[in-house]
């Protein structure tokens, strides 16, 4: 690949990469600083009196606005720029203009990674030693980010910033994103001045659980006008920063651009789709040859990489039946649209930027992804992606049967481990393998064009997420405070990679590395790595095992960048130097103690203190929760009683709902008629309705869910009977099919079902609110944990 030089920058750019006394060491500072002192005089009367009006805070002379971009799900050889099938052409723009990190990593997860992006520590270090739908109640793992780990928008803000976040949050606690709070730890309580997007590892691009700081709100328009919510964040991102600039037009700002793509569900619009119609009938196998030879052609990888052979976990494309191939190839291409899509979005981004005259002085990351390709749609891919992280995935028939609703909004689609894995070519494995690069190897670009004096250069230095933050308050001339908020700070982790902006053949200063995730672990030291891997990560389901005696390898990667060849049988000393500094490692930073499961914790009562409920009750017409935070009732046997209001000439509508079109349960009255639909993740649909209409006046109806045994795991059921009651007396009974222990992205919500329509009897109806009174409704489960 032809690299070239870009001209010397002036002298005032010059200023900001001198040696830097914020580079790496913690000040002595605490923030928010003290009130300015009052400098004026103050007399009996104004005429003996002298005004001084404080100060605004101001940031440092010459500090960037800062961009981080971050992707989500994407793989090493995904992007066009890296060598991948994608096209993605503000990356390419951005490169060539700024600096390509081939050999930069994260976490293998995406709460983790945002965690360790945003602090400058590493993952465990700031409680998130995996997603917070997973927390569980130990130190690393509780999904609580530590007030003792204040995030670089905290530090900014305190130091003359503003400051904003569009997308995935993914980094509150999963049992206080809710509307009673607490909100310290939403994003506008951790140094956001504005956060608008989502608060969970995902949504559906069509249908968004939307937030505007701390307040629910409803998308814009609908899909039908248009919507897509990559569009619509971006939109509000080139608004914050054009308004931003209109109020101040000296302040620096902070923005997080965190994209929804390329995590499930993959919605792209129909139009990008179609760009990709029989770009990859060719198969995952060619897609790792077609790609590895370009990245050597581009010169992004050296040129002694060994593509890494299939492991014998992933079947061949060549084995694949025609039908299997039809599938998965139009799983592949809506996967693809979904990515070429959000980079086109980031463009329009980048150009209002540009004409607002801001580009050279705004210092972007543009991290490609936060882990790499997920594998957790399994084998045959998914057509509800939430089904299968619970454990339940019904296969390829399921998605031959509505090949052509993948990426609409009746889909939550997922590609096949194939193709995951495809994407991260050169290397070995996928998102949630922390042991090997397939992992956690992700591309990087950084455009500074007033503090880089390279231009579309490679820089090869070992880095780590968490190196971020240094090298953000290096730029910005800030250092980072020992006291935030009265609490004492935990040192930064990570350290400042500008030392690399114009030397592309400094050593590296990140000498020491530890990866952990579902037990999955590696070490990382001066050029070496030990690493174990135990099971598959699309098995998210019954993952205990003797994961201490998997085996370990070796790798030098300073000659193999791919991991290719194990030199754990030739090298068993260093083998066990490596292992022993894991430990030390984990002891330091708080990954012990090791726990390999994934649906198992999807409970969210393992995230809840003190007594587990068994009992709920709620007031009115009008309840929305998310669904963590409402009744935990599923898979397990329940009643739901409501005391209602029946006018004179009727009603109907929905009374209570959890979940959404891709799945969840709905009691409703529907021609006068007491009802109860449940869809499993819009695979079976079974409903229930009463024998007659409802009377008028007040009444009380009762649904009576008697489960008839958990699966194995405990995150589905085997199905269950239900009797519906009026005032006492059986309306109804019927069976209906298995229930899953999440149902889905949706909220739950008393009187209407305002997102999505759970059952099919009401699509039609928008939000098919309750036309009677709700008085109260009560939950009783039968037993608490799985």
Not at 136 to 162: C, D, F, H, K
Not at 340 to 357: E, F, T, W
Not at 747 to 761: M, Q, Y
């Amino acid at each position: 690949m032809t690299m070239t030089k870009g001209l010397l920058m002036g002298a005032a750019a010059l200023a900001l990469l001198t040696a830097s006394p914020f580079a790496h060491a913690q000040s002595s500072l605490s923030i928010p600083r003290p009130d300015p002192e009052f400098k004026g005089k103050v007399g009996e009367t104004l005429k003996d009196s002298i005004p001084s009006y404080p100060t605004p805070l101001k940031a440092p002379q010459g500090a960037p606005n800062v961009l981080v971009i971050l992707l989500d799900d994407v793989g090493f050889g995904h992007t066009n720029t890296f060598g991948g099938p994608v096209p993605t052409p503000t990356l390419d723009r951005l490169a060539k203009n700024g600096l390509m990190y081939n050999t930069f990593h994260t976490t293998a997860l995406c709460s983790p990674t945002r965690a360790a992006l945003l602090t400058g520590r590493n993952h465990h270090s700031a409680g998130t030693g995996v997603i917070i739908e997973l927390g569980t109640g130990y130190p690393g793992y509780t999904g609580i980010i530590p007030q003792s780990t204040a995030m670089v928008p905290e530090i900014l803000r305190a130091n003359g910033y503003a400051t904003a976040m569009f997308g995935k949050a993914h980094n509150t606690p999963e049992m206080e994103i809710s509307p009673a709070g607490p909100f310290n730890r939403w994003p506008t309580g951790q140094g956001f001045d504005y956060f608008y997007g989502f608060n969970q590892g995902e949504t559906s691009q069509w249908y968004p659980i939307l937030y505007r700081n701390t307040a629910a709100v409803q998308q814009p328009k609908s899909p039908e006008q248009g919507y897509h919510f990559t569009a619509d964040m971006t939109d509000e991102a080139i608004a914050w920063t054009r308004n931003t600039r209109a109020a101040d037009k000296d302040k620096p700002w902070f923005v997080y651009y965190s994209a929804p793509a390329a995590h499930a569900p993959h919605h792209a619009p129909k139009e990008w789709r179609d760009k990709f119609k029989g770009k990859f009938d060719y198969g995952w196998d060619k897609q790792r040859e077609i790609t590895f030879a370009r990245q050597k052609e581009l010169g992004v990888i050296p040129a002694n990489t060994k593509l890494t052979p299939r492991p014998k976990e992933i079947p061949a494309w060549d084995d694949q039946s025609a039908d299997a191939k039809r599938v998965y190839t139009r799983l592949m291409e809506n996967y693809a649209a979904y990515l070429a899509y959000a980079d086109d979005q980031i463009g329009r981004l980048i150009d209002s930027i540009d004409k607002a005259g801001e580009l050279d002085n705004t210092l972007i990351f543009y991290i490609v992804g936060d882990n790499g390709p997920s594998a957790e749609g399994g084998l045959e891919g998914t057509f509800s992606e939430v089904a299968s992280l619970v454990g339940f995935n019904p296969g390829l028939s399921a998605i031959a049967n509505r090949i052509d609703q993948i990426g609409d909004p009746e889909s939550e689609p997922h590609v096949p481990v194939g193709w995951a894995w495809a994407m991260a070519t050169p290397l070995q494995w996928t998102k949630q393998v922390a042991s090997h690069f397939g992992g956690t190897r992700n591309p990087m670009v950084v455009h500074w064009p007033n503090g880089i004096r390279a231009k579309g250069e490679l820089r090869t230095q070992f880095h780590h997420v968490i190196d971020i933050v240094p090298t953000i308050l290096e730029a910005a001339h800030v250092a980072a405070p020992s006291v935030v908020n009265g609490a004492a700070q935990k040192p930064i982790e990570g350290v400042s990679m500008m030392y690399s902006f114009d030397d592309a053949k400094a050593k590296s200063r990140r000498t020491t590395q530890y990866f952990e995730m579902f037990v999955n672990r590696a070490i990382y030291d001066d050029g070496w790595i030990a690493c174990s891997r135990f099971g598959v990560p699309w098995n998210t389901l019954g993952r205990e095992g003797d994961f201490l005696n998997a085996p370990w390898e070796l790798y030098n990667i300073e000659s193999d960048f791919s991991e290719a060849d194990d030199l754990a049988a030739k090298t068993p000393e260093k083998l066990k130097q490596l292992q022993a500094l894991f430990v030390d490692e984990a002891k330091k930073y708080d990954v012990f103690p090791l726990d390999p499961r994934f649906s198992e914790r999807i409970d969210p009562r393992n995230r809840t203190a003190g007594e587990l409920r068994t009992s709920w009750t709620y007031y009115g017409n009008n309840v929305r929760l998310p669904e963590q935070i409402g009744p935990v009732i599923y898979p397990n046997s329940h009643t739901i009683t409501a005391e209602l209001a029946i006018p004179e000439n009727g009603a109907e509508g929905v009374i209570v709902a959890d979940g959404g079109l891709n799945g969840g349960g709905s009691l409703y009255v529907q021609d006068g008629k007491l009802t109860y639909h449940y869809s499993l993740a819009d695979f079976e649909h079974n409903t229930v309705q009463a024998r007659g209409p409802l009377p008028k006046g007040k009444v009380v109806v009762k649904l009576e869910y008697t489960s008839k045994g958990l699966k194995p795991g405990g995150t589905l059921n085997n199905g269950a009977t239900i009797k519906l009651f009026v005032n006492g007396t059986l309306a109804g009974e019927g069976t209906v099919g298995s229930a899953m222990i999440r149902q889905g992205i949706e909220p739950f919500e008393i009187g209407r079902d305002s997102i999505s329509p759970v059952s099919p009897d009401y699509k039609s109806k928008g939000a098919f609110p309750f036309t009677g009174t709700i008085e109260k409704v009560q939950f009783d489960a039968t037993s608490q944990r799985q």
